[in-house]
């Protein structure tokens, strides 16, 4: 029966062109346009880091002033060097990284080779382990070679291609803001977005931006010669220096610290180490406000950051407006396009068929509507998908139809037509028989 | 017009007639809504910055030694001087809209409190002219006072220092800023001079307050100073771009030279939006042509259905102009039912956006607005299958089917 619904359906869209390709553009532009806003929503709310994600925790404290002006009562998003410095030291996590960003002017290590600002982030020894970053080449620098102060460094992929044409550069050395660094590793394609570690990422692109050109050990970074900014620099207090580009500042939040535990055990016991923490720097007179810290895991801390732009949800939002508004606009077309069929329901009717039947064949008609215009909507939401690309925002690099929101396209379309023709057809199913017949 | 068989007759069809008012309610909502963003988004990308924007161009130098670096400065403000078409030349720490906010929260008293950030900046000799600030009260700095200043852990050492308007009036309501104090960190400044507003350096985060919210400081040469303002005539802008990258590249073997115009550095910071801009007006235009396409196709219909008794009221008398005007009046009484609701739910969407997304309030004259808008578009989707009613022969009344 299925079959023959097919074929009628198809005969019935192809003797009122005009109308049947109305409503197929109708879908296919209500299609198009929130796809290529949902495909964007879903990879910017996406896990950056699904392996990972249920085990990195963002350790947060507050050593603010008691009384600050609009001051909210979450504690600041980075640390101030010395707190980072003791949580670092604090023993209780098996993993823990400590880390900043800026950029620096790197050459290599021969004469009049020339200098060029690189991004770069500024770590210690666990970063690469515990965020699973791949090696091509050599290893991640030794927790001892952190506490050496070694001018050490990692390559990204793309600045080994740039800098020694994708060979194995491990022990060539770089001139990095006037001192020598040897390389001792090359990671390989890795760049989750969003950029959790750093969603202010001072190197342009804050949650989208992409992974830095090379990773340098934090304590060395941190006594290089050269100032390029400490990451995004939070300071507060009428204190001479503060707003100072001194990054050990008592007043100056920046440095962002990762975790990784692995057990609710764990958990329990560092949330419960921070707040021990907090009271001993409370005791000592260095935190001003009773102990306020923050565990929260990778996942929950980029819902707390808001990483997916507002503008982008709104834009969702409008994205289903305008497919509502196309539904809506189906609705009308196929209760006009299933009435004008009332003299031919008529005759289905009186011969036997079932209201029920009727219902069916005009549903199977909306089907292929459906169906076309979803087919049709695809290169829509890819065209539309290609033109976010083409903007000049972080996030639109990430703008690319995989199958999964293929498949939901097409589903989407399916129901929207499915949702929209169930009305229409039960009107056509109604159709009272002796009038129509009569008539004829 | 005879409006009353209209209304019997959409009571007849009632329910194709109540899509059309929802659709075009909705259309109408959506539209007010992004026209409404578009407009604000729009005055964003033309707030107005008290720097001659055409004339400057900016040279960007990293990666010389810092101690080395302000030894260097006059040497290639020298040689930028040089370049043809050049009038005038600076160093400065940074630049609005340079997205690298160096903000300080000023207040009038010592203790004072604020919650305004004001972008810094400081300047070498020379810099009111190569910014082109626009001087409305006082005087600029002196030479003496440029040559008495510099940063220390970026705080002026200077003791005076330029306000703009805005400021002026929000720290010194109905009163005169000059000679006024300015503190900040336990250090104060006197206020020499009122410029007119210039943007912040980070102006769509930094708040209504922060947006025209800027200290300038004098300052000797100093190795912060990592950008080099050129004024020239507009015309000349790219081709000093370019010359000016090749003479302090020269000059600076080791440094990474870059420039680019401030016109440029304006587009870069608004690119988001201008983008977002674009993103909504595509969204209308696809929603204003779906509305199209559903009176098209449910007009067509009706026209299509009523074939006959048009035939008859032609036969009786009725001319193309009545038939014409009979569906372009329905679609009036449609749309105008549309356009009631319509306004309805455009105000409550602009409340909920205003509770969830900090969105303002909407003018009044949108909402009439968006109705005409639709009103227009009702008229121009209803000509075609109107005209095509109007185009049935009187003799169909005598044909049955």
């Not at chain 2, 009979?326 to 409550?348: H, K």
Request: aromatic share 10%.
């Amino acid at each position: 029966m299925f079959g023959y619904y097919l074929d009628l359906a198809l005969r019935s869209l192809r003797r009122n062109k005009v109308l049947s390709a109305l409503m197929m553009l109708a879908i296919a532009l209500g299609i198009g346009a929130s796809i290529t806003m949902l495909t964007v929503l879903h990879n910017l709310s996406g896990n950056p880091l699904p392996q990972r994600s249920g085990v990195l925790f963002h350790p947060q404290v507050d050593p603010r002033p008691a009384n600050l002006p609009g001051a909210s009562k979450e504690p600041p998003d980075g640390l101030t060097y010395l707190d980072a410095v003791n949580l670092y030291q604090l023993g209780i996590a098996p993993r823990r990284a400590v880390m900043s960003a800026n950029w620096l002017p790197t050459r290599l290590d021969a004469p009049d080779s020339p200098l060029a600002m690189r991004t770069d982030r500024a770590t210690t020894a666990d970063f690469f382990a515990m965020f699973d970053v791949p090696f091509v080449y050599g290893s991640a620098w030794s927790a001892q070679d952190d506490a050496n102060h070694a001018q050490v460094v990692v390559l990204s992929k793309a600045l080994n291609q740039k800098l020694f044409g994708g060979a194995d550069s491990v022990g060539k050395t770089l001139v990095i803001a006037t001192k020598t660094f040897r390389v001792v590793g090359v990671i390989g394609d890795w760049n989750p977005q969003p950029h959790f570690y750093d969603v202010d990422d001072v190197n342009d692109g804050g949650a989208f931006a992409d992974a830095e050109q090379m990773y340098l050990p934090f304590f060395t970074w941190l006594n290089l010669p050269q100032d390029y900014g400490y990451g995004p620099m939070r300071c507060w207090g009428n204190d001479p220096n503060a707003g100072g580009h001194d990054p050990k500042a008592k007043q100056c939040t920046w440095a962002q610290f990762w975790v990784e535990l692995d057990t609710a055990a764990q958990v329990d016991s560092y949330r419960s180490a921070l707040k021990q923490y907090s009271e001993q720097q409370h005791q000592l007179g260095r935190f001003q406000r009773a102990p306020n810290v923050r565990l929260r895991g990778l996942l929950d801390w980029l819902d707390y950051k808001h990483v997916v732009p507002v503008t982008v949800r709104m834009q969702t939002w409008i994205a289903f407006g305008v497919l509502l508004i196309c539904m809506i606009n189906t609705v009308g077309l196929m209760v006009a396009k299933f009435l004008r069929k009332s003299g031919e329901i008529g005759v289905r009717r009186a011969l036997g068929a079932s209201g029920r039947a009727v219902f069916l064949q005009c549903l199977v008609e909306a089907g292929v509507v459906g169906v076309a215009g979803g087919l049709l909507g695809l290169p829509l939401a890819w065209i539309g998908l290609w033109m976010v690309r083409q903007q000049p925002v972080s996030f639109a690099a990430s703008a690319h139809l995989d199958l999964s929101m293929l498949g939901a396209a097409l589903l989407l379309a399916l129901l929207a037509t499915l949702g929209a023709g169930v009305w229409p057809a039960w009107r056509a199913s109604r159709v009272a028989p002796a009038l129509q017949v009569k008539s004829l | 017009m005879e409006i009353r068989p209209i209304f019997s007759s959409l009571r007849r069809h009632r329910i194709p007639a109540l899509l059309i008012v929802l659709e075009i309610a909705l259309a109408c909502a959506v539209l007010c809504n992004a026209v409404f963003m578009i407009g604000q988004r729009m005055a964003n990308i033309h707030w107005p910055n008290g720097i001659d924007e055409a004339g400057i161009s900016v040279i960007t130098v990293n990666g010389t030694d810092a101690k080395l670096a302000a030894s260097n400065i006059p040497r290639d403000l020298a040689a930028l001087r040089g370049v043809a078409g050049v009038t005038a030349a600076a160093a400065v720490t940074s630049m609005p809209l340079d997205q690298s906010p160096a903000l300080t929260g000023f207040t009038t008293t010592p203790d004072g409190k604020t919650t305004v950030n004001t972008s810094v900046y400081f300047m070498g000799r020379g810099g009111e002219q190569a910014l082109g600030l626009h001087l409305l009260q006082g005087r600029f700095f002196n030479a003496e006072e440029y040559a008495d200043s510099g940063l220390k852990d970026f705080q002026s050492t200077a003791h005076v220092a330029l306000v703009t308007a805005s400021d002026a009036k929000r720290l010194w309501p109905g009163k005169d800023a000059l000679g006024k104090q300015l503190y900040a960190n336990g250090k104060s400044w006197t206020v020499v001079g009122v410029v007119s507003d210039v943007l912040a350096m980070d102006p769509t985060t930094s708040g209504p307050g922060g947006r025209y919210s800027s200290v300038f400081y004098p300052s000797q040469p100093d190795g912060m100073m990592g950008n080099y303002v050129v004024r020239s005539a507009p015309q000349d802008r790219d081709r000093i771009v370019r010359e000016a990258v090749q003479t302090i590249s020269a000059l600076n073997p080791g440094a990474v030279v870059e420039g680019k115009t401030y016109a440029r550095m304006r587009s870069d910071y608004f690119a988001n939006t201008s983008s977002m801009v674009w993103m909504l007006v595509l969204v209308c235009a696809v929603m204003l042509a779906v509305t199209v396409f559903g009176i098209v196709g449910l007009t067509s219909f009706w026209v299509g259905q009523r074939r006959r008794q048009i035939g008859i009221r032609r036969a009786v008398g009725a001319t193309r102009g009545h038939i014409l005007h009979y569906f372009q009046t329905e679609n009036f009484l449609l749309s105008t039912g549309g356009v009631v609701v319509g306004m309805l739910l455009a105000f409550g969407i602009n409340l909920y956006l205003m509770q969830h997304y900090a969105m303002t309030r909407m003018p009044w004259y949108y909402l009439p607005g968006g109705a005409v808008a639709l009103w227009l578009i009702g008229q121009l989707a209803v000509l075609g299958p109107a005209l095509r009613a109007a185009a049935v022969p009187p003799v169909v009344a005598t044909r049955s089917v």
